[in-house]
């Protein structure tokens, strides 16, 4: 993924306001922002714990890497909501923050392109950049219910 910022672009090192020479090289980030195919414009980036660029938590997670022409895995974990793919309201700003936050600390290691609120109030974070899982459900009150 390519990101790019602006003079408006927001800088977090968890929940404090940082500036952008926080972000060092390997860190593990979480960017807010419109996706345009593989190019995220950024409205925020917050640094997040741990320092590793999530590699290692998100392989004792089970996340598959992404490889191109390698098929993903038909299998899931926990509770998956009825819904069908497509379907819901694309979510912005906080809420859409905390329900990614929530998929990222359970299943690190993808980027998400977007949050949708599904019809029985739960969430969808589309993740990309990984082939494992491709879709994490967050409940109401962000906990995850479930990945595939």
Do not use: C
């Amino acid at each position: 993924m390519t990101v790019t910022e602006s003079s408006s672009t927001t800088y977090k090192k968890g929940t404090q306001p940082a500036k952008e020479s926080a972000v060092k090289n390997g860190a593990s980030v979480l960017v807010l922002g419109t996706v345009d195919s593989a190019t995220v414009a950024a409205t925020q980036v917050v640094v997040q714990p741990g320092g590793d660029g999530g590699a290692a938590a998100a392989e004792a997670a089970g996340v598959v890497p992404f490889q191109q022409g390698t098929p993903s895995p038909a299998k899931s974990v926990g509770t998956i909501p009825d819904y069908t793919e497509g379907e819901g309201t694309i979510l912005s700003g906080t809420t859409a923050y905390k329900a990614t936050k929530a998929a990222q600390a359970v299943v690190p290691g993808g980027v998400a392109n977007r949050v949708v609120e599904l019809a029985g109030g739960e969430y969808e974070v589309h993740n990309v950049g990984v082939n494992w899982p491709h879709h994490v459900f967050v409940s109401k009150d962000f906990k995850v219910l479930g990945y595939n």
